[in-house]
């Protein structure tokens, strides 16, 4: 099987610059490399930044020594060089990844595999006329991916299994859990699930039920206590005397009759996004957001030393 030693990150946002971390902390050689110099130059001194943060939280031992691993490429054609995967994290524009990926598959090696980070678009719609698109694929991870591990891979009709299984076995080493999808679908796994539960919450605040600060009370010291460290179906196999099965025969008409109310394609409402906004803002000013999304990270933080923790007791 390849092994992957060097790894070109293409693209160097917020989702790019939780990629190099993801890598370098593995100890990878990683190149990162964007269109916008500005931007790039920004990089890596971020990058820092994150990686002092984890070593405070003592989820790096060294933030040095990891940092030691990245290096910037003004060039494409030199962050792609002899290079053994790249992953592309532009932005989610389909005719620029079509332009981007025409240069890859160019200047990559033939066996390199590429991942995209991609959320919305198939590997499908933006490889099809590649020379080498049998090495190209899907690699959705979930943001920021340094913290939460789970990256959705998914290949295009004519992705060859050898990529995938390449793809699968690097983020495994680099401490990620990869998720095999099967075949392309609009949103892959994550975030159908996330839109189901989302179009549910929305509908339950607009209908009175509950307002903004409950429903997510109710994920946030509910459901999402026990989605931390297990998911749905081991959920409910653990919640009937007889396993899943059993849970089925008790509680299945329930969900029948309750999923009749549930059926509905339509958009959400300006006046119900308003509603939903104006309670959010009320909850949590517009000038706070940033300090909330950096505590939001910190307790993300403390969130994957314990559950690191757990997993080194077995």
Same mark, same amino acid.
């Given at each position: ?7 070109? +990150? ?5 989702? *790019? ?17 964007? *269109? ?46 002899? +290079?053994?995967? &790249? %992953?592309?994290?532009?932005?989610? &524009?389909?005719?620029?990844? %079509? ?72 983020? !495994? /080493?680099?401490?990620?859990?990869? +998720?095999? &999808? /099967? #075949? ?14 989302? /179009? ?17 009370? !109710?994920? #946030? ?34 969900? #029948? ?5 549930? +059926? ?15 309670? #959010? ?27 690191? !923790? ?5």
């Amino acid at each position: 099987m390849q092994k992957i030693t060097s790894v070109a +990150v293409v693209g160097t946002g917020l989702i *790019g610059q939780a990629w190099a971390l993801v890598f370098a902390r593995a100890g990878c050689d990683v190149r990162i490399w964007d *269109g916008n110099s500005e931007a790039l130059k920004k990089a890596r001194e971020l990058i820092a930044a994150l990686a002092q943060e984890l070593q405070e939280t003592s989820l790096v031992e060294n933030a040095a020594d990891l940092m030691s691993n990245i290096r910037v490429c003004e060039q494409l054609s030199h962050a792609l060089a002899n +290079v053994d995967y &790249v %992953q592309e994290s532009i932005p989610e &524009v389909l005719s620029v990844k %079509q332009l981007l990926y025409a240069q890859l598959d160019t200047l990559t090696p033939p066996d390199a595999v590429i991942g995209s980070s991609t959320s919305s678009i198939p590997a499908s719609e933006f490889t099809e006329n590649l020379v080498h698109r049998q090495r190209c694929l899907v690699a959705h991870p979930v943001n920021p991916p340094y913290l939460i591990p789970v990256v959705e891979i998914c290949g295009a009709p004519w992705t060859a299994p050898e990529a995938i299984q390449i793809c699968i076995d690097l983020m !495994t /080493r680099v401490k990620q859990k990869p +998720v095999h &999808v /099967r #075949r392309e679908l609009d949103g892959f796994i994550l975030n159908r699930l996330q839109g189901a539960l989302l /179009r549910e919450a929305f509908r339950l605040v607009e209908q009175g039920f509950v307002d903004v600060d409950g429903l997510d009370v !109710t994920i #946030r010291e509910g459901l999402g206590l026990r989605w931390s460290f297990m998911g749905p179906f081991e959920t409910i196999d653990l919640n009937a005397p007889g396993g899943l099965e059993d849970y089925c025969q008790r509680y299945g008409e329930m969900y #029948r009759s309750i999923a009749e109310d549930q +059926v509905s394609a339509e958009p959400w409402s300006p006046e119900l996004v308003e509603q939903l906004h104006k309670a #959010r803002r009320a909850l949590a000013p517009a000038e706070s957001m940033a300090d909330r999304r950096h505590w939001r990270d910190r307790r993300l933080m403390a969130l994957a030393l314990h559950k690191k !923790t757990l997993e080194a007791q077995g």
